[in-house]
Protein backbone atom coordinates (compact mmCIF):
# COMPACT_ATOMS: atom_id res chain seq x y z
CA UNK A 1 0.00 0.00 0.00
CA UNK A 2 1.81 3.18 -1.24
CA UNK A 3 0.83 6.45 0.16
CA UNK A 4 2.51 9.82 -1.08
CA UNK A 5 4.02 12.76 1.79
CA UNK A 6 3.38 16.53 0.03
CA UNK A 7 5.14 19.61 1.47
CA UNK A 8 2.40 22.36 0.86
CA UNK A 9 3.05 25.83 0.12
CA UNK A 10 4.81 25.48 -3.47
CA UNK A 11 3.18 27.37 -6.45
CA UNK A 12 2.99 25.13 -9.44
CA UNK A 13 4.73 26.18 -12.54
CA UNK A 14 5.16 25.03 -15.96
CA UNK A 15 3.83 22.50 -18.50
CA UNK A 16 1.99 19.26 -18.49
CA UNK A 17 0.55 16.84 -21.12
CA UNK A 18 -3.27 15.34 -20.69
CA UNK A 19 -3.25 11.57 -20.60
CA UNK A 20 -6.00 10.33 -22.67
CA UNK A 21 -9.35 9.21 -21.31
CA UNK A 22 -10.06 6.39 -18.88
CA UNK A 23 -13.90 6.40 -19.28
CA UNK A 24 -13.45 6.10 -23.12
CA UNK A 25 -10.57 3.80 -22.94
CA UNK A 26 -12.91 1.49 -20.53
CA UNK A 27 -15.91 1.52 -23.33
CA UNK A 28 -13.77 1.21 -26.37
CA UNK A 29 -11.52 -1.90 -25.24
CA UNK A 30 -14.74 -4.35 -24.28
CA UNK A 31 -16.17 -2.55 -27.54
CA UNK A 32 -13.61 -4.53 -29.23
CA UNK A 33 -15.84 -7.74 -28.59
CA UNK A 34 -18.24 -6.59 -31.33
CA UNK A 35 -16.31 -8.10 -33.83
CA UNK A 36 -13.42 -10.41 -34.49
CA UNK A 37 -9.62 -9.49 -35.63
CA UNK A 38 -7.42 -6.84 -34.43
CA UNK A 39 -7.91 -3.12 -33.00
CA UNK A 40 -5.46 -0.51 -32.17
CA UNK A 41 -6.26 1.72 -29.23
CA UNK A 42 -3.28 5.08 -29.03
CA UNK A 43 -3.41 7.29 -26.14
CA UNK A 44 -4.40 4.78 -23.87
CA UNK A 45 -3.06 5.94 -20.26
CA UNK A 46 -0.99 3.30 -18.05
CA UNK A 47 -3.53 2.80 -15.32
CA UNK A 48 -5.02 0.28 -13.05
CA UNK A 49 -8.50 0.32 -14.26
CA UNK A 50 -7.34 -0.04 -17.51
CA UNK A 51 -4.85 -3.31 -16.40
CA UNK A 52 -8.10 -4.58 -14.80
CA UNK A 53 -10.17 -4.36 -17.83
CA UNK A 54 -7.28 -5.96 -20.19
CA UNK A 55 -7.42 -9.16 -17.67
CA UNK A 56 -11.02 -9.10 -17.68
CA UNK A 57 -11.31 -9.23 -21.83
CA UNK A 58 -8.03 -11.72 -21.75
CA UNK A 59 -9.94 -13.67 -19.56
CA UNK A 60 -12.41 -14.09 -22.48
CA UNK A 61 -9.26 -14.58 -24.84
CA UNK A 62 -8.89 -11.52 -26.23
CA UNK A 63 -4.77 -11.39 -27.05
CA UNK A 64 -3.92 -7.93 -25.44
CA UNK A 65 -0.60 -6.14 -25.84
CA UNK A 66 0.36 -2.87 -24.75
CA UNK A 67 3.40 -0.86 -26.54
CA UNK A 68 3.54 2.34 -24.49
CA UNK A 69 0.69 4.07 -24.62
CA UNK A 70 -0.59 1.69 -27.46
CA UNK A 71 -2.45 -0.69 -26.90
CA UNK A 72 -3.01 -3.75 -29.56
CA UNK A 73 -6.02 -6.41 -28.96
CA UNK A 74 -6.90 -9.45 -31.47
CA UNK A 75 -9.98 -10.66 -30.66
CA UNK A 76 -10.30 -13.80 -33.01
CA UNK A 77 -9.91 -16.15 -29.97
CA UNK A 78 -12.88 -15.09 -27.79
CA UNK A 79 -14.42 -17.85 -26.12
CA UNK A 80 -15.26 -17.48 -22.95
CA UNK A 81 -18.00 -15.13 -22.09
CA UNK A 82 -18.59 -14.28 -18.51
CA UNK A 83 -17.42 -11.18 -16.44
CA UNK A 84 -16.72 -12.89 -13.25
CA UNK A 85 -17.23 -11.68 -9.47
CA UNK A 86 -13.70 -11.15 -8.75
CA UNK A 87 -13.00 -8.82 -11.55
CA UNK A 88 -16.45 -6.96 -11.70
CA UNK A 89 -15.92 -6.35 -7.49
CA UNK A 90 -12.52 -4.19 -8.09
CA UNK A 91 -13.90 -2.44 -11.02
CA UNK A 92 -17.69 -1.28 -11.84
CA UNK A 93 -16.96 -0.92 -15.41
CA UNK A 94 -16.17 -4.31 -15.96
CA UNK A 95 -20.30 -4.56 -16.86
CA UNK A 96 -19.59 -2.84 -20.15
CA UNK A 97 -18.98 -6.05 -21.32
CA UNK A 98 -22.53 -7.30 -20.94
CA UNK A 99 -23.73 -5.42 -24.06
CA UNK A 100 -21.51 -6.55 -26.91
CA UNK A 101 -21.46 -10.40 -25.55
CA UNK A 102 -24.81 -10.91 -25.86
CA UNK A 103 -25.31 -8.72 -28.95
CA UNK A 104 -22.18 -10.54 -30.64
CA UNK A 105 -22.50 -14.26 -28.82
CA UNK A 106 -26.05 -14.17 -27.94
CA UNK A 107 -24.57 -15.48 -24.13
CA UNK A 108 -23.33 -13.21 -21.09
CA UNK A 109 -22.86 -13.98 -17.64
CA UNK A 110 -22.13 -10.40 -15.56
CA UNK A 111 -21.70 -10.40 -11.88
CA UNK A 112 -23.71 -7.66 -10.30
CA UNK A 113 -20.98 -4.96 -9.59
CA UNK A 114 -21.86 -4.69 -5.63
CA UNK A 115 -21.68 -0.88 -3.95
CA UNK A 116 -18.73 0.95 -4.72
CA UNK A 117 -16.58 3.12 -1.58
CA UNK A 118 -19.13 5.40 -1.90
CA UNK A 119 -22.41 3.62 -2.00
CA UNK A 120 -25.10 1.52 -3.56
CA UNK A 121 -24.66 1.82 -7.51
CA UNK A 122 -27.36 -0.17 -9.06
CA UNK A 123 -27.48 -1.70 -12.94
CA UNK A 124 -30.96 -1.90 -13.18
CA UNK A 125 -30.88 0.81 -16.26
CA UNK A 126 -28.54 -1.92 -18.11
CA UNK A 127 -30.64 -4.86 -17.44
CA UNK A 128 -33.85 -3.00 -18.55
CA UNK A 129 -31.99 -2.32 -21.60
CA UNK A 130 -30.52 -5.54 -23.08
CA UNK A 131 -34.76 -7.17 -21.76
CA UNK A 132 -36.17 -4.63 -23.90
CA UNK A 133 -33.58 -5.58 -27.20
CA UNK A 134 -35.17 -9.66 -26.37
CA UNK A 135 -32.97 -10.80 -23.94
CA UNK A 136 -34.18 -13.31 -21.36
CA UNK A 137 -32.41 -12.24 -18.40
CA UNK A 138 -32.06 -14.10 -14.86
CA UNK A 139 -30.57 -13.19 -12.08
CA UNK A 140 -28.66 -16.03 -10.23
CA UNK A 141 -26.57 -15.76 -7.55
CA UNK A 142 -25.22 -12.88 -8.11
CA UNK A 143 -24.74 -12.44 -11.37
CA UNK A 144 -26.85 -11.26 -14.68
CA UNK A 145 -27.13 -14.51 -17.27
CA UNK A 146 -28.16 -12.98 -20.43
CA UNK A 147 -29.25 -15.08 -23.73
CA UNK A 148 -30.80 -13.97 -26.95
CA UNK A 149 -30.72 -15.62 -30.45
CA UNK A 150 -30.34 -12.57 -31.83
CA UNK A 151 -31.33 -9.00 -30.34
CA UNK A 152 -34.42 -6.76 -31.46
CA UNK A 153 -34.95 -3.23 -31.90
CA UNK A 154 -36.28 -1.29 -29.34
CA UNK A 155 -37.64 2.15 -28.22
CA UNK A 156 -35.66 2.40 -24.94
CA UNK A 157 -36.17 5.63 -22.71
CA UNK A 158 -33.71 6.00 -19.33
CA UNK A 159 -35.40 7.80 -16.42
CA UNK A 160 -31.95 8.81 -15.41
CA UNK A 161 -29.34 9.71 -17.77
CA UNK A 162 -26.36 7.09 -17.41
CA UNK A 163 -23.70 6.90 -18.79
CA UNK A 164 -22.91 3.01 -18.84
CA UNK A 165 -26.34 1.80 -19.40
CA UNK A 166 -26.10 4.25 -22.54
CA UNK A 167 -23.26 2.83 -23.49
CA UNK A 168 -24.20 -0.77 -22.62
CA UNK A 169 -27.49 -0.05 -24.77
CA UNK A 170 -25.52 1.23 -27.86
CA UNK A 171 -23.21 -1.20 -27.80
CA UNK A 172 -26.11 -4.02 -27.93
CA UNK A 173 -28.51 -2.09 -30.28
CA UNK A 174 -25.41 -1.71 -33.33
CA UNK A 175 -25.98 -5.80 -34.41
CA UNK A 176 -30.05 -5.68 -33.30
CA UNK A 177 -32.01 -6.27 -36.01
CA UNK A 178 -34.41 -3.23 -37.02
CA UNK A 179 -34.12 0.36 -35.33
CA UNK A 180 -33.59 0.80 -31.67
CA UNK A 181 -34.47 4.50 -30.35
CA UNK A 182 -32.57 5.22 -27.27
CA UNK A 183 -34.27 8.64 -25.52
CA UNK A 184 -32.28 10.45 -22.58
CA UNK A 185 -29.02 9.16 -24.11
CA UNK A 186 -25.74 10.14 -22.03
CA UNK A 187 -23.95 12.97 -24.24
CA UNK A 188 -20.68 12.34 -21.84
CA UNK A 189 -17.57 13.00 -24.30
CA UNK A 190 -16.91 9.41 -23.57
CA UNK A 191 -19.77 8.17 -24.91
CA UNK A 192 -19.70 10.09 -28.03
CA UNK A 193 -16.04 8.65 -28.46
CA UNK A 194 -17.98 5.28 -28.07
CA UNK A 195 -20.26 5.44 -30.84
CA UNK A 196 -18.03 7.46 -33.20
CA UNK A 197 -15.36 4.24 -32.80
CA UNK A 198 -18.92 2.16 -33.30
CA UNK A 199 -19.38 4.16 -36.37
CA UNK A 200 -16.15 3.42 -37.82
CA UNK A 201 -16.31 -0.63 -37.36
CA UNK A 202 -19.52 0.10 -39.38
CA UNK A 203 -22.19 0.47 -37.19
CA UNK A 204 -24.94 3.29 -38.05
CA UNK A 205 -25.98 5.90 -35.81
CA UNK A 206 -27.82 9.43 -35.72
CA UNK A 207 -27.67 11.66 -33.04
CA UNK A 208 -24.43 11.47 -31.60
CA UNK A 209 -23.41 14.22 -29.06
CA UNK A 210 -27.35 14.06 -28.24
CA UNK A 211 -29.90 12.91 -25.77
CA UNK A 212 -31.37 11.08 -28.76
CA UNK A 213 -30.13 7.93 -30.60
CA UNK A 214 -31.28 5.93 -33.44
CA UNK A 215 -29.05 2.92 -34.14
CA UNK A 216 -29.84 0.83 -37.25
CA UNK A 217 -28.75 -2.58 -36.62
CA UNK A 218 -26.01 -4.22 -39.10
CA UNK A 219 -25.61 -7.78 -38.98
CA UNK A 220 -21.93 -7.47 -38.67
CA UNK A 221 -18.90 -5.02 -37.91
CA UNK A 222 -15.33 -4.80 -38.46
CA UNK A 223 -12.17 -3.64 -36.59
CA UNK A 224 -10.65 -0.81 -36.78
CA UNK A 225 -7.87 2.10 -34.76
CA UNK A 226 -8.56 4.55 -32.87
CA UNK A 227 -6.42 7.01 -30.78
CA UNK A 228 -8.80 8.12 -27.04
CA UNK A 229 -9.68 11.45 -26.26
CA UNK A 230 -7.66 13.21 -23.23
CA UNK A 231 -9.06 12.53 -20.13
CA UNK A 232 -11.42 15.41 -19.21
CA UNK A 233 -10.98 14.78 -15.60
CA UNK A 234 -7.23 14.91 -14.98
CA UNK A 235 -7.59 18.14 -17.03
CA UNK A 236 -9.81 19.41 -14.12
CA UNK A 237 -7.62 17.93 -11.85
CA UNK A 238 -4.57 20.11 -13.37
CA UNK A 239 -6.26 23.26 -13.33
CA UNK A 240 -7.35 22.90 -9.89
CA UNK A 241 -4.07 22.09 -8.56
CA UNK A 242 -2.82 25.26 -10.17
CA UNK A 243 -5.18 27.61 -9.29
CA UNK A 244 -5.02 26.00 -5.42
CA UNK A 245 -1.66 26.71 -5.01
CA UNK A 246 -1.64 30.06 -7.26
CA UNK A 247 0.56 29.16 -9.58
CA UNK A 248 0.41 29.46 -13.37
CA UNK A 249 0.22 26.32 -15.05
CA UNK A 250 0.10 25.21 -18.99
CA UNK A 251 -2.00 22.45 -19.83
CA UNK A 252 -1.02 20.31 -23.59
CA UNK A 253 -2.89 17.33 -25.15
CA UNK A 254 -6.00 18.35 -23.81
CA UNK A 255 -9.61 19.50 -24.84
CA UNK A 256 -11.12 22.50 -23.47
CA UNK A 257 -14.41 22.25 -24.65
CA UNK A 258 -14.78 19.06 -22.73
CA UNK A 259 -14.56 20.95 -19.50
CA UNK A 260 -16.45 24.73 -20.22
CA UNK A 261 -18.49 24.16 -17.25
CA UNK A 262 -15.38 23.59 -15.13
CA UNK A 263 -13.64 26.74 -16.99
CA UNK A 264 -16.53 29.15 -16.31
CA UNK A 265 -16.69 28.14 -12.91
CA UNK A 266 -12.74 28.61 -12.59
CA UNK A 267 -12.68 32.20 -14.39
CA UNK A 268 -15.67 32.91 -11.99
CA UNK A 269 -13.14 31.83 -8.76
CA UNK A 270 -11.32 34.27 -10.34
CA UNK A 271 -8.51 32.77 -12.52
CA UNK A 272 -7.37 34.06 -15.38
CA UNK A 273 -7.70 31.07 -18.59
CA UNK A 274 -6.02 31.54 -22.16
CA UNK A 275 -7.08 28.23 -24.58
CA UNK A 276 -6.69 26.68 -27.62
CA UNK A 277 -7.95 23.66 -29.30
CA UNK A 278 -5.80 21.33 -27.53
CA UNK A 279 -4.31 23.71 -24.48
CA UNK A 280 -5.15 25.82 -21.49
CA UNK A 281 -2.99 28.14 -19.75
CA UNK A 282 -4.56 29.10 -16.34
CA UNK A 283 -3.08 31.74 -13.79
CA UNK A 284 -4.49 31.07 -10.45
CA UNK A 285 -6.78 33.90 -8.75
CA UNK A 286 -5.27 35.70 -6.45
CA UNK A 287 -7.35 35.16 -3.50
CA UNK A 288 -10.10 32.35 -4.68
CA UNK A 289 -13.43 33.74 -5.15
CA UNK A 290 -16.20 31.27 -3.41
CA UNK A 291 -18.29 29.69 -6.31
CA UNK A 292 -21.72 27.61 -5.69
CA UNK A 293 -21.59 24.85 -7.80
CA UNK A 294 -24.06 21.77 -8.74
CA UNK A 295 -23.02 18.87 -10.61
CA UNK A 296 -25.16 17.84 -13.32
CA UNK A 297 -24.84 15.25 -16.52
CA UNK A 298 -22.90 16.41 -19.50
CA UNK A 299 -22.19 19.55 -20.20
CA UNK A 300 -22.72 20.48 -16.60
CA UNK A 301 -20.59 20.63 -13.91
CA UNK A 302 -18.97 16.45 -13.36
CA UNK A 303 -19.72 14.88 -10.48
CA UNK A 304 -16.11 13.43 -10.92
CA UNK A 305 -14.77 17.01 -10.33
CA UNK A 306 -17.10 17.63 -7.33
CA UNK A 307 -14.21 16.51 -4.71
CA UNK A 308 -11.35 18.86 -6.66
CA UNK A 309 -14.13 21.51 -6.50
CA UNK A 310 -14.48 21.15 -2.15
CA UNK A 311 -10.67 20.95 -1.74
CA UNK A 312 -10.45 24.80 -4.13
CA UNK A 313 -13.36 25.98 -1.96
CA UNK A 314 -11.69 24.91 1.04
CA UNK A 315 -9.11 27.76 1.00
CA UNK A 316 -11.77 30.99 -0.51
CA UNK A 317 -12.39 33.56 0.85
CA UNK A 318 -16.23 32.90 1.96
CA UNK A 319 -18.46 30.20 1.54
CA UNK A 320 -20.20 28.52 -0.74
CA UNK A 321 -22.52 25.52 -1.65
CA UNK A 322 -21.53 22.54 -3.52
CA UNK A 323 -24.42 19.98 -4.55
CA UNK A 324 -23.79 16.59 -5.83
CA UNK A 325 -27.44 15.82 -7.69
CA UNK A 326 -25.77 12.71 -9.31
CA UNK A 327 -24.28 10.96 -6.43
CA UNK A 328 -26.07 12.08 -3.34
CA UNK A 329 -23.36 9.88 -1.09
CA UNK A 330 -20.30 10.78 -2.65
CA UNK A 331 -18.98 12.91 0.21
CA UNK A 332 -15.70 10.23 1.93
CA UNK A 333 -13.51 13.35 1.10
CA UNK A 334 -15.10 15.99 3.37
CA UNK A 335 -14.20 14.16 6.66
CA UNK A 336 -10.55 13.83 5.67
CA UNK A 337 -10.46 17.21 3.94
CA UNK A 338 -11.57 18.89 7.80
CA UNK A 339 -8.93 17.12 9.19
CA UNK A 340 -6.59 19.08 7.25
CA UNK A 341 -8.34 22.43 8.72
CA UNK A 342 -11.30 23.08 5.87
CA UNK A 343 -14.65 23.74 7.53
CA UNK A 344 -17.19 21.83 5.65
CA UNK A 345 -20.84 21.12 6.87
CA UNK A 346 -22.54 18.09 4.95
CA UNK A 347 -26.10 17.38 4.90
CA UNK A 348 -27.46 14.93 2.73
CA UNK A 349 -26.09 15.80 -1.10
CA UNK A 350 -25.33 19.44 0.07
CA UNK A 351 -21.51 20.53 1.38
CA UNK A 352 -21.63 23.92 3.04
CA UNK A 353 -17.64 24.95 2.25
CA UNK A 354 -16.74 27.66 4.44
CA UNK A 355 -13.08 29.55 3.39
CA UNK A 356 -10.46 29.16 5.69
CA UNK A 357 -7.27 31.16 5.55
CA UNK A 358 -4.95 28.10 5.62
CA UNK A 359 -4.79 24.57 5.88
CA UNK A 360 -2.49 22.47 7.93
CA UNK A 361 -0.88 19.16 7.03
CA UNK A 362 -2.29 15.94 8.74
CA UNK A 363 -2.22 11.81 7.82
CA UNK A 364 -5.59 11.42 5.47
CA UNK A 365 -6.76 8.58 3.94
CA UNK A 366 -7.87 7.88 0.68
CA UNK A 367 -11.18 6.18 0.06
CA UNK A 368 -11.98 6.27 -3.96
CA UNK A 369 -10.67 7.81 -6.75
CA UNK A 370 -11.89 11.40 -7.26
CA UNK A 371 -12.05 11.73 -2.74
CA UNK A 372 -7.93 11.32 -3.21
CA UNK A 373 -7.42 13.68 -5.79
CA UNK A 374 -9.13 16.50 -3.60
CA UNK A 375 -6.48 14.89 -0.72
CA UNK A 376 -3.78 15.46 -2.88
CA UNK A 377 -4.83 19.10 -4.06
CA UNK A 378 -5.73 20.10 -0.09
CA UNK A 379 -2.09 18.85 0.48
CA UNK A 380 -0.23 21.26 -2.22
CA UNK A 381 -1.93 24.11 -0.26
CA UNK A 382 -1.96 22.67 3.31
CA UNK A 383 1.24 23.78 5.62
CA UNK A 384 3.72 21.34 6.53
CA UNK A 385 3.71 17.65 5.37
CA UNK A 386 0.28 15.56 4.63
CA UNK A 387 0.33 11.85 4.33
CA UNK A 388 -2.08 10.39 1.83
CA UNK A 389 -2.52 6.50 2.52
CA UNK A 390 -3.53 4.05 0.28
CA UNK A 391 -2.42 5.94 -3.22
CA UNK A 392 -3.59 2.72 -5.02
CA UNK A 393 -7.34 4.16 -5.52
CA UNK A 394 -5.33 7.38 -7.73
CA UNK A 395 -3.45 4.74 -9.48
CA UNK A 396 -6.90 3.73 -10.93
CA UNK A 397 -7.12 7.17 -12.58
CA UNK A 398 -4.34 9.34 -12.81
CA UNK A 399 -1.18 7.98 -14.60
CA UNK A 400 1.93 9.12 -13.04
CA UNK A 401 0.43 11.81 -10.90
CA UNK A 402 3.17 12.21 -8.48
CA UNK A 403 5.75 12.59 -11.53
CA UNK A 404 3.50 14.94 -13.14
CA UNK A 405 2.84 17.50 -10.34
CA UNK A 406 6.99 17.02 -9.33
CA UNK A 407 7.33 18.15 -12.49
CA UNK A 408 5.20 21.13 -12.04
CA UNK A 409 7.64 22.26 -8.92
CA UNK A 410 5.23 19.85 -6.04
CA UNK A 411 6.92 18.74 -3.06
CA UNK A 412 5.47 15.38 -3.46
CA UNK A 413 6.79 12.00 -3.50
CA UNK A 414 5.42 8.28 -3.13
CA UNK A 415 6.55 5.71 -0.28
CA UNK A 416 6.16 2.43 -1.20
CA UNK A 417 5.68 -0.78 0.86
CA UNK A 418 4.07 -1.71 4.27
CA UNK A 419 0.23 -1.30 5.43
CA UNK A 420 0.59 2.61 6.69
C1 LIG B 1 -19.60 6.73 -15.19
O1 LIG B 1 -20.01 5.79 -14.23
C2 LIG B 1 -18.14 7.03 -14.87
N1 LIG B 1 -17.36 5.79 -14.98
C3 LIG B 1 -18.01 7.60 -13.47
O2 LIG B 1 -16.65 7.98 -13.31
C4 LIG B 1 -18.88 8.85 -13.35
O3 LIG B 1 -18.84 9.29 -12.01
C5 LIG B 1 -20.33 8.52 -13.76
O4 LIG B 1 -20.35 7.95 -15.08
C6 LIG B 1 -21.21 9.77 -13.77
O5 LIG B 1 -20.70 10.71 -14.68
C7 LIG B 1 -17.01 5.34 -16.20
O6 LIG B 1 -17.30 5.94 -17.22
C8 LIG B 1 -16.22 4.06 -16.23
P1 LIG B 1 -23.93 6.46 -14.40
P2 LIG B 1 -21.46 5.04 -14.42
O7 LIG B 1 -24.55 5.16 -14.82
O8 LIG B 1 -21.71 4.78 -15.84
C9 LIG B 1 -27.67 5.98 -11.59
C10 LIG B 1 -14.54 8.01 -12.33
O9 LIG B 1 -14.23 8.72 -11.36
N2 LIG B 1 -27.87 4.66 -12.24
O10 LIG B 1 -23.88 7.59 -15.38
O11 LIG B 1 -21.48 3.90 -13.47
C11 LIG B 1 -26.42 6.01 -10.71
O12 LIG B 1 -26.70 5.49 -9.42
C12 LIG B 1 -15.86 7.27 -12.33
O13 LIG B 1 -13.86 7.90 -13.38
C13 LIG B 1 -29.02 3.94 -11.94
O14 LIG B 1 -29.86 4.36 -11.14
O15 LIG B 1 -22.45 6.17 -13.90
C14 LIG B 1 -26.11 7.48 -10.68
O16 LIG B 1 -26.88 8.13 -9.69
C15 LIG B 1 -16.46 7.23 -10.96
N3 LIG B 1 -29.20 2.73 -12.53
C16 LIG B 1 -26.53 7.97 -12.07
O17 LIG B 1 -27.38 6.95 -12.60
C17 LIG B 1 -28.32 2.22 -13.44
O18 LIG B 1 -28.54 1.11 -13.98
C18 LIG B 1 -25.37 8.16 -13.03
O19 LIG B 1 -24.64 6.95 -13.05
C19 LIG B 1 -27.15 2.97 -13.73
C20 LIG B 1 -26.96 4.19 -13.13
Known amino acids: MDKFIIRGGKKLKGTVTISGAKNAALALMPATLLASGKYQLDNTPELRDIATMSRLLQTMGVDIERRSHSLHLNTFRVNKFEAPYEHVKKMRASIYVLGPLIARYGYAKVSLPGGCAWGPRPVNLHIEAIRKLGAAVDIDQGYIIARAKRLKAAKLAFDVSSVGATGNALMAAVLAKGTTIIENAAMEPEIVALAQFLMKMGARIDGISTTRLEIEGVDALHPVDETMIPDRIET ?119 GVKKLAGAKVMSTDLRASASLILAGLVAEGKTEVLRVYHLDRGYESIEKKLQQLGADIRRVSGQEF
Open 236 to 354: GTFLIAAAITGGTVKLERCKPNHCTALLAKLEEAGAVLQMGDTWIKIKAPRAVEPVDVTTAVYPGFPTDMQAQWIALMSIAKGSCMVTDSIYYDRFKHVPELVRLGADIELSKNVAVVK
